[in-house]
RNA sequence: GCGGAGGUAGCCAAGUGGUCAAAGGCGGCAGCCUCAAGAGCUGCUCUCGCAGGAGUUCGAGGGUUCAAGUCCCUUCCUCCGCACCA
């Protein structure tokens, strides 16, 4: 150990050996097991101070409980499937400035370098080595020996097992889905592909198809429950409609209905334009409750939403409502009506506590809406549709659904229609236009003969639910994230046409997407460290069926695959021993995604024993304040902080800077504080370790050992929680403070025996300073060592008080010479008279037994001959007393009624240390004998608040 | 719209109904050390106070309680996810 911290020197050396020593390489054995797991990263490209948090939270856990005494495996690989890298390939072969400069600035690649990633293959091989060393260097404790890439072609047997065996359950199925699409570009549109309209989702309406005579009149609605209460339509008569043949049915629709109608699944034929004039006045058959209703003008109808026809419920849609009411009195003779059409009889069919039988009237008149035009329609409706939304009832009118809630009917109703033939889903985008980066406006393609993991199966989704009840989920607030989105989730496309990944077995024209082949792959980590013995072709389907799912005979296997039977049987006791996933830790993004299919996916294929133990989710980083961004910068590589800082202190930054799910802020001043502390730490180590051994424990090295077990337990326990912040807080920078204290006041005699400790406690969050200063002090190998356990027998109470006497004592007394500016001449302290102890202790006792009031109190004191000596001050005091107490904590009750530490004597010890500090000599005396006291300040002192007189 | 997380001092942030005027850190100020700078150490950093005290604070407004940053209601604001994209 040298006298000056170099961190780069000390990390490398402990680097390799650890390396050497094979030390994070484990074999099943007879102790407990504990696999953990962190998703590998994407390989397009460095990692980044995002990555370093989750990996280094990871690490952290696995080096606590190898440290506790468990085997643990802590694998990693590495995700290349998917269209990134492929995208990324593109943009450096053809020299995109843009990309050029983020991977040559940002990502820190030399151009002479760039040159040679050209190819997604290149690309992956170069950003793997560099996440390797990367890891590396941040002194991960990583069992390298199972590493691999998703394209590898061992890989892909193992994703062609999976989806085999998830085909052959009917996990994979066919299906349509709507997708944004660019009708120039033909091709799906990504996020990253979008000019305009980021923001827009697809809404999904329920079409309802009115009949007239052989015409179909198809409406759009996002509230299909209302087709009870329609009293009639609404056509925009200066708009023009087309006749269109949708899957052999004879449809009117808008022009720009049709557009959007020939992107989806069906089959549609352009026959005739319809004049909207012409519809006005006939009469439709609403399909659901059969009744015959008048199709009627509004000029509120857009060609653009839905299908440019709308069902009128004037009951409750306020503009329903007002356009019937605004036709009061018009002439619309020329439609052939002649009846008064306001008239019309509203029909309710939703109760909701806020209005009365017709929310919609009710509402207009209540926002003071005057017509059609007013643009406080529209907050009106707003305002009828949420609370019928979540508080209305369906009544009566709506049939067998009576009584069923508004917020549940949609799917119900809709799916009901559909299967009667009444209805249709059309999607539409919740805001337009949406623009390609090509200039198109996009639109809503259904992609057929699509393949789907259908997660959307209740039974399926039934043993998730079962699998996270048994799971520990940390933090537990994010539980009902979770919960909330399995529920959510819905059938996933699982195949689409470009990118890297491994075929769809069945059906090669497509690639299984990349989040479908990232799913199980834990267990593949297993098979990993045995693939020099085979080849990809000797991994076939009876070889992961018996390794990872017991199915058939090693001998069977060993016979269809070539491979040893000794081998083969060797994995699936590795198997048996590391499965399950005791913890998988991740960032926030892969909740909704990853994380769920993990679960879905370990339920399918695994059973119950086999399914993952505990998830914990953290949050992102940002740089001073600012987002990061992979594709744009600002970007922090993970190597170049360690290079600027080292690995520990980057670690213990990152562990610091924020708790479970959220974001941490890198700080350049603050890490440079960090660095400091560390450096601090080094040279404290250093000088202890160099020190001559001292004998005598004295009450502030007992005070200091105590302190030193208050910080283990709460390492531990925040630790066990994965509050890393916390950890590092009490472990490091709580003791630091403790440290200061120690030596301030004088010890030394616990010096040893505290690094001792303390660099095991340390050990988790900064490995290489610890393991070096650990070498010094005899310790063997640190990350193997045992992690303190806080020794009850070194609590000492009194010490903790008779600390705190001091430490406040001194606080008081500073305080009151910087108040009345004057240089001390004589201080004078005096303690508590004997009398305010017992008043204390007897408060306290009375206090634990639940019965302290004032008058108890009294009573009992008074009672007592001595005490009544003092009568006269007793109430004052035991009122105070009673006050002081009631705040108090347990714990502090109990070292004051136990201890019996003798005030005086506790101030002596540290008399020279305060005269020191204050620069005046100083005095004690017990207030029950007070040698000098010219201003009877003795009274004022308490138990633990000593009296002070300063002249 | 749906679902989730938040609003605490100049900034970041901890905070279990009572040691909360509120941990820790950053920044700032002062002192010590030094030829000096840096580092380190010590103290201060809501307001007032020449005796250890008092007053006003935790987005805003109500309420429950002997006691509220913490519990309840209302309200304002911010951030995140919503899919075929890793």
Not at 574 to 593: A, C, H, M, Q
Not at 843 to 865: E, F, H, Q, S, V
């Amino acid at each position: 150990m040298k006298e000056r911290y170099n961190p780069h020197e000390i990390e490398e050396k402990w680097q390799s050996r650890w390396t050497e020593s094979k030390i994070f390489q484990p074999e099943p054995d007879s102790r407990e097991k504990f696999f953990i797991t962190i998703p590998y990263p994407y390989l397009n490209g460095n990692l980044h101070a995002g990555h370093t948090r989750t990996f280094t939270i990871g690490d952290v856990v696995a080096r606590y409980k190898r440290m506790l005494g468990y085997n643990v495996l802590f694998p990693m690989g590495f995700h290349a499937t998917g269209t990134p890298i492929v995208g990324l390939a593109e943009q450096i072969h053809k020299k995109d400035p843009e990309t050029i400069r983020v991977y040559n600035k940002l990502h820190e690649i030399p151009l002479e370098v760039l040159d040679t990633i050209q190819t997604p293959e290149q690309i992956v091989e170069y950003f793997s080595i560099q996440a390797e060393a990367a890891m590396k260097i941040i002194g991960f404790s990583i069992d390298w020996r199972r590493r691999f890439t998703t394209t590898d072609p061992h890989y892909k047997k193992f994703i062609t097992w999976q989806f085999n065996l998830l085909h052959s359950m009917n996990k994979v199925v066919k299906g349509s889905h709507p997708v944004r699409w660019c009708p120039n570009d033909e091709n799906p549109v990504e996020d990253h592909d979008i000019l305009r309209g980021e923001d827009a989702t697809i809404i999904d309406y329920t079409l309802i198809k009115f009949k007239l005579s052989d015409d179909l009149l198809p409406c759009a609605t996002l509230r299909p429950e209302t087709v009870f209460g329609v009293t009639n339509l609404w056509v925009n008569p200066k708009i023009v409609h087309v006749r269109v043949k949708v899957n052999g049915e004879s449809w009117i629709v808008s022009r720009e209905a049709y557009e959007k109608l020939r992107f989806t699944d069906k089959k549609v034929e352009l026959i005739a334009e319809v004049k909207g004039d012409e519809l006005i006045g006939k009469k439709v058959t609403n399909p659901v409750t059969n009744s015959s209703v008048l199709i009627l003008p509004a000029s509120f109808v857009s060609p653009d939403n839905g299908s440019g026809i709308v069902m009128s419920v004037p009951a409750h849609a306020p503009y329903d409502h007002l356009a019937l009411r605004d036709l009061k009195g018009a002439d619309l003779t020329k439609y052939g009506i002649n009846e008064d059409v306001s008239s019309i009889p509203l029909i309710s069919l939703i109760k909701v506590p806020e209005y009365g039988k017709y929310p919609a009237v009710d509402a207009v008149k209540e926002l003071k809406v005057k017509d059609q035009n007013d643009p406080k329609a529209e907050e009106a409706t707003k305002l009828v549709y949420r609370r019928e939304f979540h508080g209305g009832v369906l009544t009566e009118t709506t049939g067998k659904y009576a009584g069923m809630a508004v917020s549940k009917i949609k799917d119900v109703l809709t799916r009901d229609l559909i299967e009667k033939g009444v209805a249709d889903v059309f999607y539409e985008f919740s805001e337009s236009p949406v623009v390609c980066r090509c200039g198109a406006t996009c639109v809503i393609k259904m992609v057929e003969n699509q393949w789907f993991l259908n997660y959307s199966e209740p039974s399926w989704k039934e043993q998730v639910y079962t699998c996270l009840k048994n799971m520990n989920i940390i933090p537990p607030e994010i539980r009902v994230d979770f919960e909330n989105k399995v529920d959510w989730l819905k059938d996933k496309a699982c195949a689409r046409r470009k990118g890297l990944g491994t075929r769809l077995p069945w059906d090669t024209a497509w690639m299984i997407e990349s989040l479908g082949d990232s799913t199980i792959y834990m267990s593949y980590y297993i098979i990993a460290k045995y693939l020099d013995k085979f080849t990809p072709e000797q991994l076939k389907e009876e070889f992961f069926n018996y390794c990872l799912m017991g199915k058939g005979t090693p001998e069977s296997v060993s016979e269809k695959t070539g491979i040893g039977v000794d081998v083969i049987r060797r994995i699936r006791s590795d198997f048996e021993y590391w499965y399950p996933v005791d913890l998988r830790t991740s960032g926030k993004d892969l909740i909704p995604n990853h994380l769920l299919f993990f679960l879905f996916h370990h339920v399918a294929i695994f059973p119950e024993m086999y399914w993952p133990r505990a998830i914990a989710i953290n949050g992102f980083v940002s740089l001073e304040g600012q987002k990061m961004s992979k594709s744009k910068g600002p970007i922090l590589t993970l190597r170049s902080a360690v290079k600027e800082y080292g690995a520990d202190v980057t670690r213990l930054y990152i562990l610091s800077s924020a708790e479970h799910v959220q974001d941490a802020d890198w700080r350049k001043a603050d890490v440079e504080s960090t660095s400091k502390q560390v450096e601090r730490f080094y040279k404290l180590a250093y000088d202890i370790i160099k020190s001559e051994d001292t004998g005598e424990i004295k009450l502030i090295d007992k005070w200091m050992l105590s302190r030193l077990q208050y910080r283990i337990r709460e390492t531990a326990d925040a630790l066990n929680r994965m509050q890393t912040r916390r950890a590092v807080q009490n472990a490091f920078y709580m003791l630091m403070n403790d440290m200061k204290w120690y030596e301030r006041r004088g010890g030394r005699a616990a010096c040893k025996q505290i690094l001792n400790t303390w660099v095991r406690l340390m050990a988790p969050f900064t490995p290489h300073i610890c393991e070096e200063i650990g070498e010094e002090m005899g310790i063997d190998m640190v990350s193997l060592a045992r992690f303190p356990v806080a020794d009850a027998a070194l609590t000492d109470k009194g010490a903790e008080l008779s600390e705190e006497i001091i430490a406040n004592t001194l606080r008081d007394m500073e305080e009151i010479i910087r108040l009345i500016r004057i240089k001390p001449k004589r201080i004078v302290l005096y303690t508590s008279a004997e009398w305010k102890k017992q008043v204390l202790k007897k408060a306290i006792a009375m206090k634990k037994d639940n019965a302290l009031d004032m008058k108890t109190l009294m009573n009992t004191l008074m009672g007592d001959p001595a005490m009544r000596t003092y009568g006269k001050d007793i109430p004052k005091f035991a009122q105070k007393i009673i006050t002081d107490i009631q705040g108090m904590e347990p714990d502090l009750m109990d070292a004051l009624l136990d201890v019996d530490f003798d005030e005086v004597s506790a101030l002596n010890e540290a008399r020279e240390f305060i005269s020191g500090v204050v620069e005046c000599n100083i005095e004690i005396y017990s207030a029950d004998a007070p040698g000098y006291d010219p201003q009877n300040k003795s009274r004022f002192a308490s138990p633990m608040r000593p009296a002070i007189y300063i002249e």
